[in-house]
């Protein structure tokens, strides 16, 4: 029975987890930039009702991920001219384009609302797939789920390792010194941007077109804000932020076992479990992390003015 239970729990965590570390490693690459998008689970809404709406109007799931991942990288390019163009507050812009998603995806999913798809199906990997308990709960996932650490090893290698991300994570720290130094800390923003979105879009498909396969409306369930919660417990590295999405996916999980179980608690209070304990982390651990924080983080950036 515990076998069961654990090997139950391990595996929703790996499924549900993935959306969400999809969009903390959007979020790690823009906070590096500087920039703090509190607009993200607005990004994840609008990938999750596209991504949806493509696929069931062509009949393929792939194409419905790509529609998501570049709808919600114009969507981060549209907070992106209002916080580096037009130099606007970036918590009240964020918040603003959180509200515009909410309604936006509400919009463009009010016709798909209870009507079925064919989403991203498993893919057992031969061979690995059919190992006694650790086959079924590592190797018999969708696309997204194996493609999610390789992307958070990618993110890591541009950030650390390239000179893009020694580029980008100068504009972090101090967006005048990447100028004095002859970069243009808004282009770079721009392209955090871009590519936090696409991840955020990939993330919010996973949930609809692979996790769920059905839309409703704000079916993210504040995960946008738990990935910003996420990126400061990761101490804005995109490994650790493996670690962070896989332990709010297993609270998840977690959770929702103990509903299925039958357990005589109230399901509002079993909902609140991985909210509250990812605030419990978030003050136990991210409270000794503050130095981690791009010390630009948040700043408006006034060029040469």
Sequence with gaps: MIESLLKG???????????LLYATLGEVLTQRAGIVNLGLEGALLIGASVGFAATLETGNPLLGILAAALAAALFNLAFGYLVITRRANQPASGLTMMFLGTGL????????????????????????????????????????????????????????????????????????TAFAAGRQPGWLQ?????????????????????????????????????????????????????????LFGGLVAFQLQLQASGMDVSPFLLNMVPYVLTILVLMIWGGRRRHAAPAGLGQVYRGTE
């Design 105 to 176: 995806s509400a919009l463009i999913g009010k016709g798909y609302v209870g009507r079925p798809i064919v989403g991203l199906g498993k893919l057992p990997i031969p061979g690995l797939a059919q190992l006694p308990w650790v086959g079924p709960v590592f190797f018999n996932h969708d696309l997204l789920v194996y493609l999610v650490v390789p992307a958070a090893v990618l993110i890591w290698w541009l950030l650390f390792r390239t000179r893009w991300g020694l580029g980008v994570r100068a504009v972090g720290e101090s967006p005048t």
């Design 190 to 246: 721009y392209q955090a941007l871009f590519i936090a979105g696409l991840l955020a879009g990939v993330g919010g498909a996973h949930l609809s077109v692979a996790y769920t396969l059905n839309w409703s409306e704000g079916m993210t369930a504040g995960r946008g804000f738990i990935a910003i919660a996420l990126v400061i417990f990761s101490k804005w590295h995109p490994l650790w932020a493996i670690a962070g999405a896989l």
């Design 9 to 19: 729990i391990l595996t929703s965590s790996i499924v549900s987890g993935t959306s």
